[in-house]
């Protein structure tokens, strides 16, 4: 079983390839955490504060009122 794994590590498998991978994992786990805490929070999470390294998300959104004007 050793060898297996040795082999997936450096056989012919090209480290791009790894790389993009990683690199795809860092940038969707990124992306969710900002989404996660930019949303409206479900049922037990509604008192949860935002930790400092998530920006605030300004949106274009209007309030029907202001349609109405």
Do not use: C, H
């Not at 079983?1 to 012919?12: E, P, R, T």
């Not at 509604?46 to 605030?56: L, Q, R, S, V």
């Amino acid at each position: 079983m050793k060898n297996l794994f040795f082999f997936a590590i450096a056989g012919d498998f090209p480290i791009y390839f790894v790389a993009v991978y990683a690199v795809g994992l860092v940038a969707a786990v990124s992306i969710g955490l900002i989404a996660w805490y930019n949303s409206k929070r479900p049922v037990g999470w509604e008192d949860t504060e935002k930790p400092d390294f998530i920006p605030d998300l300004k949106t274009n959104a209007q309030s029907p009122q202001e349609d109405q004007d």
